[in-house]
């Protein structure tokens, strides 16, 4: 079964850090580039981060950039999700899913079941 299992989220204060990790299963990471999302409640769900496996470059949201770091480990078939200086606005689920051309661009597939970040005082 082809699947991600996002985990590392949890409730953090302004200014804060997280670390989350983004785990395949049934096919490998190191042909496909991934993708981290943001739902925040009632809103639309918003790309983040990439690392694309064509290419090997890292894209970051304007939003976000300066913030968070997006990186692949291929022996552990797994990406992570480093957010720094966290601030409200960033609250949300946070979703990964794999572009299957390895650039970073849609269409997006194999969706997890997200992890939920607080940002909060």
């Known amino acids: 079964q082809v699947q991600f299992v996002e985990s590392g989220g949890g409730q953090v204060q302004p200014g804060g850090s997280l670390r989350l990790s983004c785990e395949a299963s049934?096919?490998?990471?190191?042909?496909?580039?991934i993708s981290w999302f943001r739902q925040a409640p009632g809103k639309e769900r918003v790309a983040g981060a990439c690392?694309?496996?064509?290419?090997?470059?890292?894209h970051v949201g304007g939003l976000v950039q300066g913030r968070f770091t997006v990186s692949r480990d291929n022996a552990k078939n797994t990406v992570s999700l480093q957010m720094n200086d966290l601030k409200p606005e960033d609250t949300g689920v946070y979703y990964c899913?794999?572009?299957?051309?390895?650039?970073?661009?849609?269409?997006?597939?194999?969706w997890g079941q997200g992890t939920q970040v607080t940002v909060s005082s």
């Open positions: 899913a794999a572009a299957y051309g390895g650039m970073c661009a849609p269409p997006y597939k194999n």
């Open positions: 049934g096919f490998t990471v190191d042909s496909h580039a």
């Open positions: 690392t694309s496996s064509s290419d090997g470059r890292t």
